[in-house]
């Protein structure tokens, strides 16, 4: 079974564009969350949906959003790109909402010039 | 959001027994404590999850004391492939009743020859 694919996997943009980034859970994976990682730091929670809802957000501004597609499928979207955006963006997904191992993907690396 | 803790860098020998803690206050009662290994440009990789006492698989060892505001990883015989980042993640309920995810800050460890 393949893992969580995210895409793309390197990417480049200008501060002020938008930015869209892919996930695609484990097969049957209805948990999808997502995280932002900067060099040198741990991962930070940016959202988690389960089965198409929102359960939970970080302390990110209203220009990250996100979404949950019937198929569990994630898109991540960052508007209004700032230069502190450029890092490394993680999916991960798992069978339940709050318990069991969370499966990472090899994460989409944002640079902003 | 309730702040987790742990030690910046440990280092060790071959052989040697790691312990890893990690302090998380205003954990939710219904929420477990994992923690997950990172290499460098890699996502990170599920190593254990508790709820309390203690718990054991091929790898690693997770102690949690009644309390839960705390956690220790213990790696029996660390090799030189076990220099890494650690981090423990566990639930927080946000001010907001939302719920996030939170990493700790990492431990990063250095197995020498």
């Known amino acids: 079974d393949a893992g969580v694919t995210q895409s793309p996997t390197h990417l480049i943009k200008t501060r002020g564009q938008h930015v869209t980034l892919r996930c695609s859970p484990i097969?049957?994976?209805?948990?999808v969350s997502w995280y932002q990682q900067v060099l040198g730091q741990g991962p930070q929670f940016i959202f988690q949906?389960?089965?198409?809802?929102?359960?939970g957000r970080g302390n990110f501004p209203d220009r990250f959003s996100a979404r949950q597609f019937p198929n569990y499928s994630s898109e991540l979207n960052v508007n209004a790109l700032l230069l502190g955006d450029s890092a490394l963006y993680l999916c991960?997904?798992?069978?339940?909402?709050?318990?069991?191992?969370?499966?990472f993907g090899e994460g989409s690396r944002l640079t902003v010039l | 959001l309730a702040k987790t803790t742990q030690p910046i860098s440990m280092d060790s020998y071959e052989g040697q027994e790691v312990n890893i803690t990690c302090s998380h206050n205003?954990?939710?009662?219904?929420?477990?404590i994992t923690w997950y290994q990172q290499f460098p440009s890699q996502g990170p990789r599920f190593i254990i999850q508790?709820?309390?006492t203690k718990v054991t698989n091929e790898v690693a060892s997770l102690f949690i004391p009644a309390d839960r505001k705390s956690s220790t990883l213990s790696l029996p015989r660390v090799s030189l492939s076990d220099t890494a980042v650690y981090y423990c993640?566990?639930?927080?309920?946000?001010?907001?009743?939302?719920?996030?995810?939170?990493f700790g800050s990492g431990t990063r460890l250095q197995v020498q020859p």
């Open positions: 508790g709820y309390k």
């Open positions: 205003n954990i939710a009662t219904n929420d477990y």
């Open positions: 097969s049957g994976h209805k948990s």
């Open positions: 949906y389960y089965e198409k809802e929102e359960r």
């Open positions: 993640l566990v639930g927080d309920i946000m001010d907001t009743g939302r719920r996030a995810l939170t």
């Open positions: 991960a997904s798992r069978l339940a909402e709050n318990t069991g191992e969370l499966f």
